[in-house]
């Protein structure tokens, strides 16, 4: 049923095309007549000539069904295997082909016949080139536009970097630490959040391993992204994939370090080799276990505070009890009161870069001979 519409909506066309050269023929005089004919006679013309289109009609029709379908078959196969990006960028092309043309055809329209012909191949002739060159160089087009919008975004990384807040590149460590989201949260971090495309990478490795311990550390990395990304309205959370450049780098704390100092943007992170490379290159570092030790309660010599001694020491007679914040107290003598609460008193305290450490001495107990804490201490941590 359709394909009879089809044709007769085909050979009405032709028919009406027969027509109009009919009109055109007898309005111009392009059959030449006797001025004594009948003006009949032109109507009778015009007839044969709308009869002569029609038959056309009827004649070609099925040719021109057949063609076509022959066509739409072929190019739906060859649509089925072009990718959608060649499709996208082959019309594009085209399209700025035929704009320029449109162009160029208000100049030749001017120059008569011959200028019109020129348009009419100009045109066929940039439709194709645009469709070519889109297709055949859509990935040098792509990446241009894609380094173009990406210029803008490093540009405007690094206007925020002039900021108060300014761009922080996350590492790997203190992803899966989980301490950053916390710390978003309670509004002492700002800006923008930065996760290089390899960090992801390496926790998606790190999630895939064969290691339970290390597959669990993983997703944890992966679950606190997703949820810093979705449920902290004021934390900025960029994915950045723009590392050309750095693919001769690797290693990843390298890139790291590269990246940050490509756009202006301070580390954050919690591990303490890291920490110095980027100190090193003239990159700033936050470190969250610097920050977490800067917040720690400060605890004097001769204070006294109450703890519960949980397990003994290496050395002799020593007990070892925790803060609430897993800072090691190390008690002389405190091995008899193990498991017990007791108040002890503050002898000295050790800060390092790893962590700190309280030497304390039972408050009713005295202590015994000349004793070298800071040694003990460190033994009692190995």
């Keep these: 049923?359709?394909?009879?519409?089809?044709?007769?909506?085909?050979?009405l066309l032709f028919a009406a095309v027969g027509l109009y050269v009919g009109l055109y023929a007898a309005e111009h005089n392009i059959i030449p007549m006797p001025e004594e004919v009948p003006r009949w006679l032109d109507a009778g013309i015009i007839g044969v000539i709308t009869l002569v289109g029609a038959l056309a009609?009827?004649?070609?029709?099925?040719?021109?069904?057949r063609g076509s379908l022959w066509f739409t078959a072929h190019m739906d196969q060859y649509l089925a295997k072009t990718p959608t990006s060649d499709l996208v960028m082959g019309g594009v092309g085209l399209i700025f082909g035929l704009i320029i043309a449109n162009l160029l055809g208000n100049i030749l329209s001017s120059m008569?016949?011959?200028?019109?012909?020129?348009?009419l191949l100009s045109t066929i002739l940039l439709g194709y080139l645009g469709l070519s060159v889109g297709t055949k160089r859509r990935e040098e087009i792509l990446s241009l536009v894609s380094n173009f919008f990406r210029f803008g975004k490093e540009k405007t990384m690094k206007t925020d970097a002039k900021g108060s807040s300014g761009v922080k590149v996350l590492d790997t460590s203190v992803i899966i630490d989980g301490r950053i989201a916390d710390l978003c949260e309670s509004g002492f971090i700002d800006g923008v959040l930065v996760i290089p495309s390899f960090v992801v990478d390496e926790?998606?490795?790190?999630?895939?391993?064969?290691?339970?311990l290390k597959r669990n550390r993983g997703r944890r990395g992966l679950d606190i992204l997703n949820h810093m990304r979705k449920n902290i309205p004021d934390i900025k959370v960029q994915i950045y994939d723009n590392i050309r450049g750095l693919d001769d780098i690797a290693?990843?704390?390298?890139?790291?370090?590269?990246?940050?100092?490509?756009?202006?943007?301070?580390v954050m992170t919690n591990d303490y080799n890291l920490n110095k490379v980027s100190e090193l290159q003239g990159v700033k570092v936050l470190n969250i276990n610097e920050l977490a030790n800067a917040v720690k309660p400060v605890v004097l010599p001769n204070e006294e505070m109450e703890v519960q001694v949980v397990k003994e020491g290496k050395e002799l007679g020593q007990g070892l009890a925790?803060?609430?914040?897993?800072?090691?107290?190390v008690i002389e003598g405190g091995k008899r009161y193990m498991n017990q609460t007791i108040t002890v008193i503050v002898t000295s305290?050790?800060?390092?870069a790893a962590g700190r450490m309280i030497f304390a001495k039972p408050k009713s107990g005295e202590r015994r001979g000349d004793t070298s804490h800071y040694d003990s201490g460190v033994n009692a941590l190995g």
């Design 1 to 11: 049923m359709v394909r009879k519409v089809i044709s007769g909506m085909l050979i």
């Design 57 to 65: 009609g009827v004649l070609l029709t099925p040719f021109i069904i």
């Design 112 to 119: 008569g016949p011959i200028g019109k012909g020129i348009w």
């Design 203 to 212: 926790l998606r490795h790190i999630a895939d391993s064969s290691d339970v």
């Design 251 to 266: 290693e990843v704390d390298a890139k790291l370090v590269k990246l940050a100092e490509k756009l202006g943007a301070k």
């Design 322 to 329: 925790y803060l609430d914040d897993g800072t090691m107290i």
């Design 349 to 352: 305290v050790l800060q390092t």
